[in-house]
Nanobody, 115 residues
Framework: QVQLVESGGGLVQPGGSLRLSCAAS????????MGWYRRRPGKQRALVAR???????DYADSVKGRFTISRDNAKNTVYLQMNSLKPEDTAVYFC?????????WGQGTQVTVSS
């Protein structure tokens, strides 16, 4: 059974930082491209950052220079370090694992940026 379990969300003030984690099980993690997506209030889910199995990375323009995605294949975990957070980063953040025609999602973790 495949599981992606996100953690690390919460309430943070503007300018603050959070680190999200996504622990994967039931997949050969090192072969999967991993991504973080978010669904902002009233918006559709959209890509935030992605890291391939070969560790190439890609970011949404809105988070470039502020967010960093990384992975630890030994721990089957992908991270999203979020710095200089803004109120518009408020969203539910989802972890995604993709390999060929396999695509899995976590349950999401809420991030709220507010003073």
């Amino acid at each position: 059974q495949v599981q992606l379990v996100e953690s690390g969300g919460g309430l943070v003030q503007p300018g603050g930082s959070l680190r999200l984690s996504c622990a994967a099980s039931g997949i050969m993690f090192s072969t999967y491209d991993m991504g973080w997506y978010r669904r902002r209030p009233g918006k559709q889910r959209a890509l935030v950052a992605r890291i391939t199995f070969g560790t190439a990375t890609d970011y949404a323009d809105s988070v470039k220079g502020r967010f960093t995605i990384s992975r630890d294949n030994a721990k089957n975990t992908v991270y999203l370090q979020m710095n200089s957070l803004k109120p518009e980063d408020t969203a539910v953040y989802f972890c995604n694992a993709e390999h060929l025609f396999y695509n899995y999602w976590g349950q999401g973790t809420q991030v709220t940026v507010s003073s």
